[in-house]
């Protein structure tokens, strides 16, 4: 019987599964992908609000502001990258400008720093931005991480410390026993933790009529290569409409530009694929940025942000159902404010329940080995005392096979070539892949013991390889 | 530090001929960089006859062809070759290289980066649709195919008739895939006469001019992908959308000079070939550093790699050996129809050969190639935008010229 189980390896499930192991729980997270953090949080703008923007009084709110302070010492602590580089809110007509007044208001109320600048000023500081840009909320707690990597951390980080990750594994059905939940008849479990994403909805379903729907809306990106010149230093804004946040340009850890998003609804809630979104987006990011260098465009990908109809994240414990607790609508600012929402939902929803004590041999992660962050010196003792790690795989990236195998065999480790991508980028850079996807596979075919033809690109059964040369003549 | 002479960064078809060509012209150190580990780069996956023809006067392999080439050097002392090393970096004239052995730095007079062209993956035409697996470029299936032994589809649609594509219609037919179909948003190929004939019409596979690929679908494997015809101003025609069956999508959708290390070291850049900046003597922008071969331009024929490369090894010698060459630089200007022009700028010392490309098909039609003392015009039949044009002018031609030269194209 397990303590508590997570139904969804996102990264609110993730770092929930990570402030409970280091309690002396008996934890299990279930996923139905074949690697984690390949839902939402696998999509999505890669920034860390400053909490400038949600309504007052929502959870939204909250959560984003204790997150946002959250963040430099959870990706110290999980030894992955976090970057405060600020944003600008960037208005370009006097209307525009006193929805910037609104914003200070919040920003003063929420003790969010700021600082007001005209238009010439901001541009001294970020020269791509529009012409019309006449003046700028400069938001300096902005951040920016890589959300996958934070929930591979995280997760990692758990099951060293004895938490259990299913993966593959769909819940198709929940019964509510006297003391405990048995899922699809065979996992009994003291407490659920709903943090399906999109699919919260049809989880709750399985033991009553859901109390929110949830919905999937899109937002499609495009990504641009590093450049030699910077374009933008920070994340870039529009003034905020009824409708969302806008078109953003956004730097990533790793030196790219992200463009996006567009947000449509759509019916089919695993639907990620790619549209007329990014005509949308090459139209409205003109806005705030100019000379935006989209030959330098080598990716595009669309998420789905998990949508439910109360318009506010959902975070509580079933009203009928006792040990089931919900963590749903966890769209913008949702990477944000996952921190905070695990912390809490560990603290004031599951500690009551229990008593408990705090493991004495609590293990760190080690961090992923970045060649590109170490000194010279440094990559050359490394290298002669693996070689592996002086075999450079991606010549785009330059990650060497030694990061490459070192993904592979940790727990939370990679099983597919995207799942090699998220955790060390090979395949992220100019050539995406072209040059060392077969070599990527290869492996992880040796690293698994697997033949070849049994490496998959990301999902299941969508394996590369079809067949042997020759094989159907 | 280990110091040489000239170093040379990638081995393959021009890093070896850049060798060749800076010994036969006096260099005593070379030290050619190889990220592979071996000689040859990507013509040791091209497994199909057709390469030699002008530089062994026989047909070869691309394997063979690299391993004649090599022979020529392969007993000289004053070239050496560092496998699976990697440079990461350029600082100065010191060379960073990770490899297995350590982070190795060399000090070189002079460097050339013959480092290849890389194709222009899915992402960056914005490719609309799932995210499935299925889709590659056409040289990515090639190398599984070649070296690994696999076929990446049974059904296979091909968009962009580069001649990698072409090439790889050919291969999968052979090796038991069946090949739907090829998709050209131009309304002329892009891939020489000879594949359009041997890789396509004696395969019976259709090729549809003026068609690119709308989307792809398929949650898991490539299940299918819509074909959409385009106008003559290649915009998409609403209502002609077509569901095509297939299990694969091979792209040949282009080849771009691989410039990582030549933007990282702000060498200007010419943003019509999306490489170098050289002068005749292939030198960049930056002094004593060369660019040759497909990292310089994207060639038809790998003869043309190796002439062009054992050129450029023998300008590197001439800049180790006599130092810099501080004539004037003269201006080339392209427009009507020529795309882009290699070398951007020259010296008068010598003749030279100018290669470019055209934008679109011309049937009957003039290269005009005019300045302050020039004015010729050469008559060309059937200049076609896959085919490289050359011309060669005459040292006493170029040494009338004032200013700078312009070329065009003249129906």
Known sequence: MYDITIIGAGITGSLIAYYLSEYDFNVLVLEKENDVANGATGANSAMVHSGHDPKPGTLKCKYNLLGNAMYPKLCEDLKVSYKAIGAFVAATSLEEEKKLDELVKQCIDRNVPYELLSGDEAKKLEPNLADDVSKVLSLPSTGIVTPWEVTIAALEEAMLNGVNLKLNYEVKSIEKKDDCFLINDEIKTKIIINCAGVHCDDITNLLRVSPYKTEARKGEYFVLDHLNDTFVSRVIYPVPTIKGKGVLAVPTIHGNVLLGPNSDYIEDKDDASTNKGLDFIKKEINKTVKNIPFNKMIHTFAGLRPHIDLNDFYIQEDDEIKNFIHVAGIESPGISAAPAIAKDVVEKKILNKFDYKKKDNYVHREAFIKMDEISDEKKDELIKNNPDFGKIICRCEKISKGQIIDVINRKCGATTIKGVKLRCRPGMGRCQGGFCEPEVLKILAQQLNKDVSEIELNVKDSKVLLAKAKEDL | ?411
């Open chain 2, 1 to 411: 530090m280990d110091k040489y002479e000239l170093i040379i960064i990638g081995g393959g078809s021009a890093g070896i001929a850049a060798a060749l060509g800076a010994y036969e012209n006096g260099l005593k150190k070379i030290l050619v960089i190889e990220r592979d580990s071996e000689y040859g780069g990507i013509l040791q996956q091209c497994i199909h006859n057709g390469f030699g023809l002008h530089t062994f006067n026989e047909e070869l392999s691309g394997p063979s062809y690299a391993q004649k080439y090599y022979d020529l050097i392969k007993d000289k002392k004053e070239i050496e070759f560092l496998y699976n090393a990697a440079v990461i970096k350029i600082d100065n004239k010191v060379i960073s290289v990770q490899c297995e052995k350590g982070l190795l730095k060399y000090e070189t007079q002079a460097i050339i980066l013959a480092t290849g062209c890389r194709e222009r993956p899915a992402g960056a035409i914005g490719l609309k649709g799932d995210r499935c697996s299925g889709v590659y470029t056409a040289g990515t299936a090639q190398k599984y195919l070649n070296k690994q032994g696999y076929l990446v589809g049974k059904k296979v649609f091909i968009l962009g008739s580069g001649d990698i594509g072409l090439i790889m219609a050919r291969r999968m037919s052979l090796e038991g895939a069946k090949v739907i179909g090829v998709a050209e948003i131009q309304p002329y190929s892009n891939g020489l006469a000879r594949n359009i004939k041997q890789c396509l019409e004696d395969f019976n596979i259709p090729l549809y001019l003026s068609h690119t690929v709308e989307s792809i679908h398929g949650k898991k494997r490539l299940e299918y992908i819509t074909l959409i015809e385009v106008d003559d101003k290649l915009q998409k025609i609403e209502g002609s959308e077509k569901k095509i069956e297939c299990d694969c999508l091979l792209l040949s959708i282009g080849l771009i000079p691989e410039n990582t290390l030549i933007e990282e070291l702000g060498v200007k850049i010419d943003p019509r070939t999306k490489a170098a900046i050289v002068d005749d003597n292939y030198m960049s922008s930056i002094e004593g550093i060369f660019v040759c071969g497909n990292s310089l331009h994207v060639h038809d024929l790998v003869d043309y790699v190796s002439l062009e490369s054992r050129k450029a090894g023998k300008a590197a010698a001439n800049y180790v050996l006599n130092g810099l060459d501080n004539s004037n630089l003269i201006e080339n200007k392209v427009s009507n129809g020529v795309s882009y022009i290699v070398p951007q700028h020259f010296h008068l010392k010598s003749d030279i050969e100018f290669m470019f490309r055209v934008n679109k098909i011309y049937k009957q039609s003039y290269i005009h190639v005019y300045g302050n003392g020039i004015d010729k015009k050469i008559k060309r039949l059937g200049i076609v935008p896959s085919e490289m044009q050359k011309v060669l002018l005459k040292k006493e031609e170029l040494e009338k010229l004032q200013g700078e030269l312009n070329w065009e194209i003249i129906e």
